[in-house]
């Protein structure tokens, strides 16, 4: 037999290389870096949610600028007119629109995200991808709402001379307060609508008590004094207030003290535990759904 005809297998490594999986842990967990990674994917669903929130309706779009419109005049027909409730001397439709702006944006990222998960369920069951994404487009797509809704307060801004101010530059940091509460609220209720699907028709009620323990149709002046301490540790209290004294000035709010600081760093530790449970809840939800 020739050496031609001996056939020579390929020499083995003398090591082999093995790859251990284990969980994450710790921050790693959360999967953060994934949601950039999948940041392509992140703004089709942002992009899907606002389509899908004006689809077959017969004015389309204009509704982002009609609704907070509608909204500031039932309030002030209501509350302004017929009930007089206070408004610090200014004028109810500007004192509750400010109220509005991030209150509106709240309520409608928090209908977006709370039932993201189960709304998506045949998209989940079918392709991998981090599932916050979801929650997170359901917030983010908020932001087009409050634009829509910041536009329209600029006009009344201009119907009623109202000047810029300094304190205008601490907008932003409002705005992210209340994203920050929207994701809270949006994983938590995410997270029960997977295994309790009366959360959906919890949701509603939920928004309408937390209205009413927020200051959007009244100051919180009219708040008695032993329960404003309380009635502030509610983040949304704290961010409605400082929206009306950014945008009004000081009588229509005030500005970030130490009970809206206590209630950020109540609402940063809920956020955290919402998402390390929200993560959990993601290894299983296929299953659950």
Known sequence: MTASNV??????????????????????SLGLRDLWEYRELLMLLVWREIKGAYRQTALGVSWLFLRPILNVLVLTLVFGMLVQVPSNDLPY????LSALLPWGYFSNAVLRSAGSLVQNMEIISKVY????????????????DLAASFIVFVVFMLIYRVPLRIEMLWLPGFILAAV????????????????????????????????????VIYPISSVPEKLVFFYQLNPMAGIIDGFRWALLGPTAGSPPGTTFWISMGILGVLLVVGAFIFRRTERTIVDVL
Do not use: H
């Open 7 to 28: 056939s020579q297998n390929p020499p083995l490594p003398e090591t082999l290389a093995t790859t251990v999986i284990e969980p994450t842990r710790g921050w790693a």
């Open 93 to 96: 439709a500007l004192f509750s």
């Open 129 to 144: 991808f981090p599932r916050l994404i979801i929650a997170v487009a359901g917030v983010l797509s908020g932001l087009v």
């Open 180 to 215: 920050l509460m929207a994701l809270t609220v949006g994983l938590w209720l995410a997270t029960l609508s997977v295994r309790y699907r009366d959360v959906s028709f919890a949701v509603n009620f939920l928004l309408q008590a937390l209205m009413y323990l927020s200051p």
